[in-house]
């Protein structure tokens, strides 16, 4: 008789995915640390080991998860890393609409932030003014494109609009966001590196 395998190791990555796994399923109202728990077939306590903070915590988690973004784009312009940027962007949140609502709703914390800090010195070494201004621009038209897309992807109802639609419309309004960045910031715009984008 073959042996069993041994039980995978409880790990906040471990929690992370199986908690993505339900809000993304079913919503995240059905997320709870019981449901969580049965999920990755330990008691909901043993989570807490993991996450001491506990639901408000986990939420925390998953936002800081699908709104950490990192791009490799080396050289060019900072047009050429703005595009990159809300691309990746774009994609994680996407490939978690369960928590899109958390993305948008909760402050940058931990990974998330220090990734956004250092978009900005990137964008400010491109030859960017005001990054930090930028990228909060940057990130407000893709949460609020993403939002829209996926309300009409049918994620939670009929479809309206196709993949390739949805592309083409996300690109149209990056090359406006992009353009209007170029002609130049609104006077009074905060001075390069002054501030994190919220």
Known sequence: M??????????????I??????ADG???????????????????????????GGKEALLDALAEHVTTVTVDAEGGDWRELARAWARACRAALLAHPGVLALAMTRPPRGRA???????????GDAGLPAPAEALRTI???VMGSVAIEVQRSGWNGEAV????EAVAAF????????????????????????????
């Open 171 to 198: 690109e149209r309004g990056l090359d406006a966001v992009i353009a209007g960045l170029a002609a130049g910031l609104a006077p009074g715009a905060a001075s390069p590196g002054a501030a994190t984008p919220v």
């Open 113 to 123: 932030a220090a990734a956004l800090r250092e978009h900005v010195d990137r964008l």
């Open 17 to 22: 995915e199986a908690a993505l796994h339900i």
């Open 26 to 52: 079913q919503g995240l109202r059905r997320l709870t640390m019981r449901r969580l728990g049965d999920a990755l077939q330990v008691e909901a306590m043993a989570i807490y080991h993991h996450i001491p």
């Open 139 to 141: 990130r407000a038209y």
């Open 161 to 164: 609009e196709s993949s390739d």
């Open 2 to 15: 073959p042996a069993k395998r041994p039980p995978i190791p409880l790990s906040r990555e471990r929690i």
